[in-house]
């Protein structure tokens, strides 16, 4: 089964990537995701791949109101 499905979303700061997976780890823990190898740190966005449209609603009913924002540089 391939990962047909995509959302993006907000996210801003250093170390999207682990910050996410321990944020769908915990939230969204029967979900398969497939994330891009790497994010540079100045990017605003994440675009998450998912396997079926179900696992996409649930990620986007889950994401309403949490705040995946990193710390600002100092």
């Known amino acids: 089964m391939t990962f047909r499905y995509t959302h993006p979303f907000p996210i801003s700061g250093p170390n999207k990537l682990p910050r996410f997976r321990r944020w769908a780890a915990e939230n969204i823990p029967g979900v398969a995701v497939s994330l891009p190898p790497q994010v540079p740190v100045k990017s605003e966005a994440l675009?998450?791949?998912?396997?079926?449209?179900?696992?996409?609603?649930?990620?986007?009913?889950?994401?309403?109101?949490?705040?995946?924002?990193?710390?600002?540089?100092r």
């Open 47 to 73: 675009t998450v791949r998912l396997k079926s449209l179900e696992d996409r609603n649930m990620l986007i009913e889950k994401l309403q109101g949490v705040g995946l924002q990193g710390k600002p540089s």
